[in-house]
């Protein structure tokens, strides 16, 4: 839990996502703000992609992965 909380990706993804919060509370709503919500939707599945995929570089790099295979 801790690689996703102090990730600079993640903490991105949700100061975004605050910003876009505030627009749709005090916004116009049209078409752009759904494309925007569809643009934060897609940069939040990035940044757990990145996070899971280094998390997994670190376990094989360790050895951690290596366990088991011969």
Known sequence: MRKFLFNGAMIGVVAGGWNILQATRHGPRDW???LTWI???LSVAVAIGNVTKDAEDKKLTSGEGKRGKK
């Open 32 to 34: 752009r703000l759904v």
């Open 39 to 41: 643009g934060w939707a």
